[in-house]
Structures are given as structure tokens and as C-alpha cells.
């Protein structure tokens, strides 16, 4: 099988066969004891990651502030949001994780999707999910239950809408003759999609449309496998490989030697079991890995910098030889 595709400048800058990059999820704060974080400084935060060289930027599509989802996200629109943070960086990828495509006009979303792509030069990855907040489906007059099904009629007209005049029919989105186009296209031959966990699908149906998997921490054991999978199922389909990425929380200690203590979804430990522990990650087929920050302790600035000092040049550096297990 071929090495991962060649589509856009992100995707062929985050995702590499064999290694794993870095990149954070957006606001880049702290905000454990709120829902909803402050956004404050958030420009000057995409700034400096970028310049500490990691690798991407993710924002979430969270509609609305849904209490006892716990999270409200970023708060901003994540289409408007990326538009205006492509104008304010220059080499860091783009990502959205993930947009809730029953949610949304399929149109839009690869209207929003192209435009970004071409205003950041290829740096947009788009993230799709079916999406897992009961509450915003009666507020915006959608049946929940049938999520599974607009997600799939949706990533296929996003996938169809990038051709020149396409023709296609859908049965709750509406259909093209090839009589009108919908521009800009993208920079590269496709919008490069990522699906987030099973979205409703098979994986199989993931393994076949979707162009790499974003998928939830898991214990490592687990994640091996489930890497395994996946990796067998794009293998017997697929002419290229398709990377795997997961997010992390992490609560990065002072002291680098701090043994890992479980916290939601991630840890609280030091650089050196972090970077212990990303390698685990690396050898098993993760291809890139979003550290979330929502409850780190430790001054902002002060964690940023550890980890590019002492963790990115372990992983973002071309000199390591590995071997995937």
C-alpha cells in the first residue's frame, strides 16, 4: 500500500507515515472550574504556537452552550474563526474537529471549508462528526435519530460539490444538475476530510470514504488495536494509507519527572513521562496527536514553551529513525 495520499499543504505537513506531530486544540486556556472560557488573548496564543513550532490548531463546532455537556467550546463560529485566524498565520495548519454535518447545510459547509483552504493556502483539515448533543437537534427542528444518515448524505455532497459542475441527487439536501458550479474549489484536488469516532457509520464505511480517523483516548491497549483495525480495513480497500489522530487532555507538572495521574481524558505529568508516553502513541500508528490544555495548572506560557523545548524536537525532528509496532 501506498504511503498517506498527497492532498493539501496541512495534510501532508501533520500527517507523516511512521511518525507522529503535535499540534493544540483551541482556547488555548485554562478553564476547568467554567464551562465557557474568557477568550482572552486567544490571537496572541495561535501566534505563539505557531512560532513554538507545533503543528496545528483545533477548533470544535459546539452550536450551542449545552450545560450538561460541560464544554462550550470555543464560542466562536468555527468557519469565521479559522477565516480570520488564516489571515493572522501563516504556516500552521488549520483544523476544525469537528463539524456536526446534520447540523448544517452540506453547501455551506464546503462553501466556508474551499474559501478557508484557499485564504491559508492549503491549511485547512475539516474534521466531520454526526454529532452528540441531544439538545441542539429539536432547537434547530432536525431528528436526532437520524443523524447517522444526514452525516452520510452530507459528507457526500460535500465530497460531490468540489467537482466542476457536479451532478448528483440527495434525499433531505437537494440535488445538482450540472448546470450551476459552487466555487472557489479547493487549493488541492480535495478538501482532505477527517472523520471524529464512528459519527454513526461502520468502520468500515470509514475506512472507504474518509480520508483519516479522528478518534476519541483510549488506553493504550485498546488504541493499539483499534489502530489495527482500521489500518487492516484501509489495506484491503484503499490504494493509499490513512493516518490516525487523537486528542489529549494533559495537566503538565513543573516537575519533569512527575509520575502520570489520570485526569478526564489525559494526564497530569511531567515532560519526560509525556514524552514517554507520546512515543507509546507513535509506535502503535498515532500520526498526530491534540493536546487540550482546559485544565493545565501551570502558567500558560511557561507550558507551552517546556513542551517545545522539550518535547516537540523529539517528535517534530527529522534526525529520529522509527519503527511502528
Known amino acids: 500500500m501506498k504511503p498517506f495520499e498527497n492532498i493539501n499543504k496541512a495534510y501532508n505537513s501533520v500527517f507523516k507515515p511512521n511518525e507522529l506531530s503535535i499540534g493544540i486544540v483551541v482556547p488555548i486556556e485554562k478553564y476547568a472550574d467554567s464551562a465557557i472560557p474568557t477568550m482572552q488573548g486567544h490571537l496572541q496564543r495561535v501566534k505563539q ?13 459546539i452550536p450551542f ?7 462550550a467550546g470555543q464560542t466562536f463560529d468555527p468557519f469565521t474563526y479559522l477565516g480570520f485566524l488564516a489571515g493572522q498565520t501563516s504556516e500552521i495548519a488549520l483544523g476544525a474537529s469537528s463539524i456536526a454535518l446534520p447540523l448544517h447545510h452540506p453547501l455551506n459547509v464546503v462553501k466556508a471549508a474551499t474559501t478557508i ?26 431528528a436526532y435519530g437520524n443523524r447517522g444518515e444526514l452525516f452520510r448524505e452530507a459528507f457526500n455532497y460535500i465530497r460531490k460539490a468540489q467537482d466542476d459542475f457536479p451532478i448528483f441527487e440527495t434525499k433531505n439536501y437537494g440535488s445538482l444538475q450540472g448546470h450551476i458550479d459552487m466555487l472557489p474549489k479547493p487549493t488541492a484536488h480535495k478538501i482532505p476530510l477527517l472523520m471524529t469516532g464512528s459519527s454513526r457509520q461502520s468502520l468500515e464505511w470509514n475506512a472507504e470514504h474518509a480520508d483519516g480517523w479522528m478518534n476519541y483516548p483510549r488506553d ?30 494533559i495537566d503538565l507538572h513543573k516537575n519533569d519527572n512527575f509520575k502520570p495521574e489520570p485526569i478526564h481524558l489525559g494526564f497530569r505529568l511531567g515532560a519526560n513521562y509525556l514524552v514517554d508516553y507520546i512515543e507509546k502513541l507513535r509506535s502503535y500508528g498515532v500520526n498526530h496527536l491534540a493536546l487540550n490544555l482546559r485544565y493545565n495548572a501551570m502558567n500558560m506560557d ?8 522539550q518535547v516537540l524536537p523529539e517528535f517534530h525532528s527529522n534526525k529520529k529513525e522509527h519503527t511502528t509496532s
Not at 452552550?65 to 464544554?71: H, Q
Not at 483552504?117 to 432536525?142: F, H, K, N, T, W
Open 49 to 61: 504556537v505557531e512560532a513554538l513550532g507545533f503543528k496545528s490548531i483545533w477548533l470544535r463546532d
Open 65 to 71: 452552550n449545552v450545560p450538561s455537556f460541560g464544554d
Open 117 to 142: 483552504d484557499q485564504l491559508s493556502c492549503g491549511r485547512l483539515l475539516l474534521g466531520v462528526a454526526s454529532g452528540d448533543r441531544y439538545d441542539e437537534y429539536p432547537a434547530m427542528g432536525i
Open 220 to 249: 493504550l491497549y485498546t488504541q493499539k488495536n483499534t489502530i489495527r483495525q482500521y489500518r487492516a480495513l484501509v489495506a484491503a480497500s484503499q490504494d493509499f494509507d490513512k493516518p490516525f489522530m487523537q486528542p489529549m487532555y
Open 302 to 309: 511557561a507550558t507551552l514553551e517546556r513542551i517545545a523545548k
